[in-house]
């Protein structure tokens, strides 16, 4: 895998190697150059294992002192040479409390077999950050190589917005729409963050303190997108990784994976390739089907939940409720590539500790099916929906508005528990096989 991190600050010469380390006990990083220098830095990263984590990396730190009221720009080249996993840049300015600000690549993922592809970060540092950390990451066992890894310093575009603006916006409508609104002391959070200095400060350095805010909702969804960030997310739809479908002798199986972002063309592409693989395995799926959320990392639901619309059928397979207990139902959409009417057909769910949001949104879809049974790993916890909001600055908020409620009206606030455990040495694929030619 291969990282460009060009990391100029300013006219600042070059301070020798980068010192590396592992984000944990399975992660064996080798390490070389500078990532100060025009050359930058290179990186091997291996794992045998992911142990508890869903990760391996490779980790650095910068004092942020020459940073602040600034953009850092991390940069390289990254190749996945072994492992199912994703490769990624991410980055990240600390404060003496923790997180200020963090931005990753993990939305254009790199994967084995692809080759290599570049990949950059921007990231605003707050006046009140510590320290800047980076690295890569590979979503799985495996091995990485990342190459011309520069960090570099930018000055900060002028959007014509200060800090105050953003925050006053923004602070009132998320007390109101926030599903976890009673979570936070609105007052003191209010009093804390809009204050006199702020409006002499570039929109850049709202995020924090709204960041802030969020983190004192605790409902772990909601997250905030930079101008740049919204405008790629209007613009395409990102898989997390290619669909699957095969036949399994008398089983039709499909793995859904996630999808980020909400482009138009990718979003019509992805229904109806999964709405495609479902007709083309359909004749020969005479004991069911196996969907495999366990990838499914959420995005966006509906070319999801319309890709499997001739599972789901013609009715309402779930609802958005908020915090005055209104829910509006909700289901799948048919199209032209899914005409067969299979809403009656055995369905295995499998599903998993990375299926989730909009993940999830699929697998409340198919909870209280009749018809099907779920296998795996619970999901995790976060079966809620956020609405997006848009920001002075061209940014948006997506704020975690309602929980999901399955087609009987139940939420699912710590996940989604499989009727059938399965651990780490039992193959969920053939478990759910097994249920499904067990029908007379």
């Known amino acids: 895998m291969v990282v460009l991190l060009l990391a100029v600050i300013f006219s600042a010469p070059a301070q020798g190697e980068t010192v590396w380390k592992g984000t944990s006990a399975q992660s064996l990083v080798d390490g070389a150059g500078d990532v100060l220098d025009k050359d930058g830095a290179a990186i091997e990263l291996s794992a045998e294992s992911t142990g508890e984590a869903s990760f391996v990396g490779a ?10 009221g600034r953009n850092v720009r991390l940069a390289g080249r990254l190749r996945v040479d072994d492992g ?10 600390d404060g003496p409390k923790g997180r200020l600000a963090f931005a990753s690549s993990g939305g254009v993922p790199v994967r084995a077999g692809e080759g290599p592809g570049d990949r950059d970060l921007l990231l605003y540092v707050p006046e009140a950050s510590t320290s800047i950390k980076f690295g890569v990451t590979l979503g799985s066992a495996g091995a990485l190589h990342a190459e011309q890894l520069t960090l570099t310093s930018a000055a900060v575009e002028a959007t014509g917005v200060s800090a105050y603006a953003m925050l006053a916006h923004a602070l ?8 976890n609104t009673g979570n936070v002391n609105w007052p003191a959070e209010e009093a804390a963050l809009l204050t006199d200095d702020q409006k002499k400060l570039p929109a850049q350095e709202a995020y924090a303190g709204l960041r802030r805010a969020l983190d004192a909702l605790a ?13 790629t997310h209007r613009a395409q739809a990102v898989r997390s990784r290619p669909m699957e479908s095969r036949s399994i002798a008398d089983i039709g199986y499909i793995l859904v994976p996630g999808l980020r ?6 979003r019509g592409a992805f229904t109806a ?29 509906w070319p999801m939940l319309n890709g499997l619309h001739s599972l789901l059928g013609d009715r309402d397979a779930g609802g958005f409720r908020d915090r005055q207990g209104k829910t509006r139902k909700w289901r799948s959409r048919a199209s032209p590539e899914c005409q067969a009417d299979l809403s009656n057909s055995r369905v295995a769910v499998l ?17 209280a099916r009749p018809g099907t049974r779920f296998f795996g790993q619970p999901t995790a916890g976060l079966a809620t929906a956020n609405s997006t909001f848009p920001l002075p ?23 989604i528990v499989p009727e059938s455990i399965v651990s780490g040495d039992q193959d969920a694929i053939e478990m759910g096989a097994d249920w499904l030619r067990s029908a007379p």
């Open 172 to 179: 009132p409508l998320i007390r109101a729409k926030a599903l």
């Open 273 to 301: 390739e999964l709405c495609n693989r479902i007709a083309t395995l359909a004749p020969t799926s005479t004991k069911g089907w196996i969907v495999d959320l366990r990838q499914d990392n959420g995005g966006n639901m």
């Open 59 to 68: 980790i650095t730190s910068l004092d942020a002192s020459s940073f602040k």
């Open 351 to 367: 599903v998993g500790p990375r299926t989730a949001s909009s993940g999830e949104a699929v697998a409340v879809a198919f909870r």
């Open 261 to 266: 972002g909400i482009g138009k063309d990718d």
């Open 219 to 231: 409902d772990r969804h909601s997250l905030l997108q930079t101008p740049k960030d919204a405008s």
């Open 393 to 415: 600055d061209g940014g948006a908020l997506l704020l975690t508005t309602a929980a999901m409620a399955d087609r009987e009206g139940t939420e699912y606030p710590k996940g």
């Open 84 to 93: 199912t996993g994703a490769g990624a840049l991410w980055l990240r300015a």
